[in-house]
């Protein structure tokens, strides 16, 4: 079964560096999608993306964070100057259409910031 | 504001069935997920429903009530694999974001 994949599925970063985390969404999914979790918390929406373009973002995705896809399969985020606050696991997800249909998940990526 | 409510815990015992319930006010709202989550694991998804009723799915089934704005999913033959976080969430019209609850802790005894 096709599946979203993440790369790396750890990284630790000093603070104030720049990080950029990768995402292969399912090949024949339009929507994609970037959530936060916050150890013990609750998943936090980041930003959905569609036809090359952010549709959606959250108050937390503020200036510090960014999102492409510089090719057909890629999906990153970029987090410009991180904060310990960013220490969290970054799930990537994808979906066939918008809201209506189920979002499938990468297994994450685990941000330790220090 | 957007508001989903779940209980934050339950306790159940191996072979038997739980409800966990979730309750939402959203503005607008264009269907309601149910996903599982395992610690340190990736949520996946296991059932929508956009109409009122129940869709069953296996040993898992979910019911909503749009006018209540009350939703449930239900498991049934308990098994201990069955524990896990258990996500309610609602996408909203013209949205692509979803909303999501704080998830409902699911513990399953022998």
């Known amino acids: 079964e096709p599946e979203v994949t993440q790369t790396p599925s750890h990284q630790v970063t000093q603070m104030g560096q720049e990080v950029i985390l990768r995402c292969v969404p399912i090949s024949n999914h339009l929507y994609f999608y970037w959530y936060r979790q916050i150890l013990g918390q609750k998943v936090e929406f980041l930003v959905s993306f569609y036809n090359n373009e952010i549709s959606e973002k959250s108050e937390i995705f503020d200036d510090q964070f960014s999102v492409e896809r510089p090719d057909g399969s890629n999906f990153t985020l970029k987090i410009r100057s991180t904060k310990l606050e960013d220490s969290a696991m970054y799930f990537c997800?994808?979906?066939?259409?918008?809201?209506?249909?189920?979002?499938?998940f990468g297994d994450g990526t685990r941000l330790s910031i220090l | 504001g957007q508001n989903i409510d779940q209980p934050t815990e339950m306790t159940a015992t191996e072979g038997a069935i739980v409800q966990i319930n979730c309750t939402y006010q959203t503005s607008g709202f264009n269907g309601l997920f149910w996903y599982q989550q395992h610690a340190g694991e990736a949520p996946t998804f296991l059932s929508y429903?956009?109409l009122d009723g129940l869709e069953e799915k296996g040993r898992f089934s979910s019911f909503l009530s749009r006018s209540k704005g009350y939703s449930y999913l239900l498991l049934k033959e308990l098994q201990m694999k069955d524990s896990a976080s258990y996500l309610c969430a609602v996408s909203r019209d013209s949205n692509y974001q979803l909303i999501w609850g704080a998830g409902t802790k699911l513990i399953i005894k022998p």
């Open positions: 997800a994808s979906s066939e259409l918008g809201d209506t249909q189920p979002q499938h």
């Open positions: 429903n956009v």
